[in-house]
C-alpha cells in the first residue's frame, strides 16, 4: 500500500528514517546533482518529512541546500551534552557535517515542526566522501572516499577531528560500516572488488582479512547483522547480495547467494525481525529478501519507481494489525527522476 511520494529538489540517492525514540515519524532525504558547464559544481539538500503511515501522511517540513550528497546516517546512541538526534552528511566537496534534529511550535517559527540545524563540520580530503557510518556509541564515524582512502572521524565535544586515515582500496570506497558487535573492526568495500575489514585499534589500521575473489564487480554495500555476530551481508554492482561469515571469510556461506536482478547499492537489516533485509537494485527496482539457515530468497518486490532504485530504509517502532506485530512502513528513493515513495509491504513477510 502506498503512504504518500514526493518529488525532490534534486537527484535522490538516500533515504534514512531516523531510530530515536519519539522521532520514528522523521524521515530524512538526500540529493546530488551534477550541474555541469564552464565550472561544473555538485549541489545537493537534505530533506525532512514528517511520515504518518497509519493516516497515508508525508509532509515536507524542512528542507537545507548542501553540497552534493552521498551518504547520510543518523546516530544511534546518545551523545554526552548534544541530546537531539544527529544526522551525519558524507559530500563531493569533501566534507563531514553533522546535523541535529531540532524541533519548533508552529506559533513560535517560521519552520514548520522538525528540522534541522548545523552543529559542526570538517573538511576530510579533498576527495569525495562517498560513505559514513557511527560507530555504536555514536563517538566516531568511518568514512570511504574516491580515492580509495578510509578515514576515522572522531566527534567529541561538538567537533570533529581525524583520527586515522589510510589508503585502503585501489578506487572508490562505496561501502564502510562499524562492526556493531566488536565496534573496533571497520568494513569497507570498493570498486577493486575487494572487501576488507580492519582493525582500527592499530596506526595505520591492521588488516584483519581481505578477501578480492568473489565479487565480480564493484562491492556498493555492506550491513552487518544486529542479531548474529557473525553474519556480514555485501551487495555488489554484479547484481548478488551475499551472506558471509566471519569467522571463515575465504567464500560466503552460500556461494552463489542471491541473484536480485540489479546492482545491489542499498542493504538494510530490518530493525527487530532477523532474516529480513531490505534491498536497493538500481535498474531492478527494490526488493524484500529473507534469509533463513544461510539461504536467501525474494519474498516481496516494489517496482513503482521508474529510474535507479538508490535509497531505502524501514521505519522503526511497530504497529499492530490483528494482534500482531509490524513494521509501519518503507522508505524509497530513486536517482533521476527525483522520486521519494513511502509504502506499506502488501504481503505478510514479518512472519
Known sequence: MDVGHS??????????FCPHDSFHNVLAASTYTLQEGDQPSRAGSISLFDVDADACRLNLTHRLETAGIFDIKWNSGFVQNVGHPLLAQADADGYVRIHSLQSSDLDESDVCGNYLKV???KHISSSMCLCIDWNPSSTSMTVGLSDGSVSIISMQE?????????????FEVWATSFDVHQPQLIYTGSDDCKFSCWDWRDDPSNSVFQNAKVHKM???????SPNDPNIVLTGSYDEHLR?????SISYPISETSI???GGVWRVKHHPFIPGLILTACMHNGFAVVKIKDGQAEVIETYKKHDSLAYGADWQRGVSYAAGRRKSKAIATCSFYDRLLRVWIPEGDIFH
Open 7 to 16: 518529488y525532490l529538489e534534486g537527484n535522490a540517492d538516500a533515504v534514512e
Open 119 to 121: 552543529v559542526c563540520g
Open 158 to 170: 561538538s567537533q570533529l577531528s581525524i583520527l586515522q586515515d589510510w589508503k585502503a582500496h585501489e
Open 218 to 224: 564493484g562491492i556498493c554495500s555492506i550491513a552487518k
Open 243 to 247: 551472506i558471509w561469515d566471519v569467522r
Open 259 to 261: 541473484c536480485l536482478g
